[in-house]
C-alpha cells in the first residue's frame, strides 16, 4: 500500500486563529467560557474545549449575563451582537476574516439598494450569520434550480457566497445566475476563501493517482464535505472520517494507492493516527504531495489583543 498525504490540508489561518484566541481566552478569563456555536465544526476540537471546561451554546438564553462569551469562527448576525450587548455579556470576537468581508459586502450592497443573492447551504452557521446582516434584502439559493426558480423584477442585483464552498459548484450557481440576469454584479474579489479552494485543488490533482480517499473532518463541515465530494465525481471510493475509530479496513486492498486529506477544521494529529493505522496493519509507505505553499496568518481579535495586554 501507498499512502499520499495531501498538502495543503488540515487547519486554516481562520481555524488556527480561533482556536487560539479561545486557548487564550480560557488560560486569562479561566472557565466557564462560553461559546456561540461550536468554534470549528470539528469533533475533536470541540471535544477537547469542553473537556477543559468551555461551554457550547445554541442560544445566548443559555449564557448567564454578564458572562463572557465567544463567537466562534463562522460569525454571528448583528441581532446576536445586540442581545448579547442587551445581556452585558463580555464578547470576543473569533470571525474569520474572510468571513467578515462576505459581511461587510452584504452590508455594502444592501446599502446601495442591491437584492442579493447568496450562494449558500441552509442552515450553516456561517451562511445564518451573513443573512442577518441584511435579511430584507438577501435570497439565499443552493444550486442552479434554485436559481431558474428565481423571480427578480429588479436591475440591481449582486451575488456573494459561503467561503467553504465548492468551487466548481459555486461556479456553475454563478454562470446560471449570470445567464438569467446579466447585469448582476459580485464581490470585486471571490468569496470562497483560499485555504478551500487549496484543499480542493490537491483533492481534483491528487485523486487521479488514488484508489481510496480519505477526508478528515466532521460531518458537520462544509468544507471536508465538498473534498469527500470531489473525490466521488471523479470516481474514487472517498470516505469522510473524524479519526482512525472511523476506518474499516475493509475499505483498503493491500495494493491500494490511498490519498489522505483533511478539511480546513482538523486536527493534524488525527491524521497522524491514521497514517500510523494504515502503515500498521498494510506495511503503507507514506509520501508528502504538495501542490502549493501556505502562509496566510491572521492575528488574533483586536479586541481581545487589548484584554490580552491588560491582563499580561
Not at 113 to 134: F, N, P, R, S
Not at 257 to 272: C, D, H, K, M, R
Request: hydrophobic share 40%.
Amino acid at each position: 500500500m501507498k499512502i499520499i498525504l495531501a498538502s495543503p490540508r488540515g487547519f486554516c489561518a481562520g481555524v488556527n486563529m480561533a482556536i487560539e484566541t479561545l486557548e487564550l481566552a480560557i488560560k486569562l478569563f479561566g472557565v466557564p467560557i462560553y461559546v456561540y456555536h461550536e468554534i470549528v465544526h470539528n469533533k475533536h476540537v470541540v471535544e477537547r474545549f469542553r473537556a477543559q471546561g468551555a461551554v457550547f451554546v445554541e442560544t445566548l438564553d443559555e449564557v448567564p449575563e454578564g458572562a463572557q462569551l465567544l463567537y466562534s469562527a463562522h460569525g454571528v448576525s448583528p441581532e446576536i451582537r445586540r442581545i448579547s450587548a442587551e445581556r452585558n455579556l463580555k464578547t470576543i470576537d473569533a470571525t474569520c476574516p474572510l468571513v467578515i468581508k462576505v459581511h461587510l459586502e452584504a452590508v455594502r450592497y444592501a446599502k446601495d439598494g442591491y437584492t442579493i443573492v447568496l450562494i449558500g447551504h441552509e442552515g450553516h452557521d456561517e451562511v445564518i450569520g451573513t443573512m442577518g446582516e441584511a435579511p430584507e434584502a438577501i435570497i439565499l439559493v443552493e444550486s442552479p434550480e434554485d436559481v431558474d426558480r428565481l423571480e427578480l423584477s429588479t436591475d440591481k442585483l449582486a451575488y456573494l457566497t459561503q467561503t467553504t464552498l465548492s468551487v466548481d459548484d459555486a461556479n456553475r450557481i454563478i454562470a446560471r445566475l449570470k445567464q438569467r440576469f446579466p447585469h448582476i454584479v459580485g464581490p470585486p474579489k471571490e468569496d470562497i476563501c483560499y485555504a478551500t479552494q487549496n484543499r480542493q485543488e490537491a483533492v481534483r490533482l491528487l485523486t487521479r493517482e488514488a484508489n481510496v480517499v480519505l477526508v478528515l473532518g466532521s460531518q458537520n463541515s462544509s468544507n471536508s464535505q465538498r473534498l469527500a465530494e470531489l473525490a466521488t465525481e471523479a470516481g474514487v471510493a472517498a470516505h469522510l472520517i473524524d479519526g482512525p475509530a472511523d476506518i474499516d479496513l475493509a475499505w483498503f486492498g493491500p495494493q491500494d494507492t490511498v490519498l489522505i486529506t483533511a478539511g480546513a477544521s482538523a486536527p493534524e494529529n488525527v491524521v497522524e493516527q491514521c497514517v500510523k493505522l494504515l502503515e500498521e496493519r498494510f506495511g503503507a509507505t507514506t509520501e508528502s504531495r504538495a501542490i502549493r505553499e501556505e502562509e496566510v496568518y491572521f492575528p488574533l481579535p483586536k479586541e481581545f489583543r487589548q484584554m490580552a495586554q491588560l491582563h499580561s
